[in-house]
T-cell receptor, first 110, second 113 residues
Framework: NAGVMQNPRHLVRRRGQEARLRCSPM?????VYWYRQLPEEGLKFMVY????????ESGMPKERFSAEFPKEGPSILRIQQVVRGDSAAYFC????????FGPGTRLTVL | AQSVTQPDIHITVSEGASLELRCNYS??????LFWYVQSPGQGLQLLLK??????LVQGIKGFEAEFKRSQSSFNLRKPSVHWSDAAEYFC???????????FGGGTRVLVKP
């Protein structure tokens, strides 16, 4: 049983570009969570999704960030018009009752 | 507000010595509690979890943790550390199974030969 998959593992964008981060949950898991880890900090919750529904987006910045988990395919975290402060590691987790984490996507904004 | 505190930012321990990492939580009710480990450049691996029942929880890699309601703590222990235990350790709490997790700031463990 494959674990949580994330791609790309590393992503470099210039200021103003869009970043798309993908997450495929573990087989049988219908809950997906996104977290952000800034340098030298712990993980901060961003959004919790189930298939085709956003359950909790209380940690999402109000602008430029969006997330989806379609009926088919991976969950996507989209960051529009990236700024240098968006540089971070973005982790996805999936769960039934316990969250298992993917390897993360490290976003660098030049 | 829900919060998780890991008072120690760095801990250095000699190989073969015991290790204890502290974690305190502030929650409205008894939360679900977790310890994760992160090696440099990697994702988080679950070490152990507490939902209910026996307050001493056994995990992988020889780790254990004890839930103490009176102290709002969930400290992680290992009797004898190995060089491969050098990593960052995160304590996390959730309101229920499936809810979002609140993480502590992490404790970085260095292991001396």
């Amino acid at each position: 049983n494959a674990g949580v998959m994330q791609n790309p593992r590393h992503l470099v964008r210039r200021r103003g570009q869009e970043a798309r981060l993908r997450c495929s949950p573990m087989k049988g898991h219908s809950h997906v969570y996104w977290y952000r880890q800034l340098p030298e900090e712990g993980l901060k919750f961003m959004v919790y999704l189930q298939k085709e529904n956003i359950i909790d987006e209380s940690g999402m910045p109000k602008e430029r960030f969006s997330a989806e988990f379609p009926k088919e395919g991976p969950s996507i975290l989209r960051i529009q018009q990236v700024v240098r402060g968006d540089s971070a590691a973005y982790f996805c987790a999936s769960s039934v009752d316990t969250q298992y984490f993917g390897p993360g996507t490290r976003l660098t904004v030049l | 507000a829900q919060s998780v505190t890991q008072p120690d930012i760095h801990i250095t321990v000699s190989e073969g010595a015991s290790l204890e990492l502290r974690c305190n939580y502030s929650y409205g009710a008894t939360p679900y509690l977790f310890w994760y480990v992160q090696s440099p450049g990697q994702g988080l691996q679950l070490l152990l979890k507490y939902f209910s029942g026996d307050t001493l929880v056994q995990g992988i890699k020889g780790f254990e943790a004890e839930f103490k309601r009176s102290q709002s703590s969930f400290n992680l222990r290992k009797p004898s550390v190995h060089w491969s235990d050098a990593a960052e350790y995160f304590c996390a709490a959730g309101g229920a199974a499936g809810n979002k997790l609140t993480f502590g700031g992490g404790t970085r463990v260095l292991v001396k030969p």
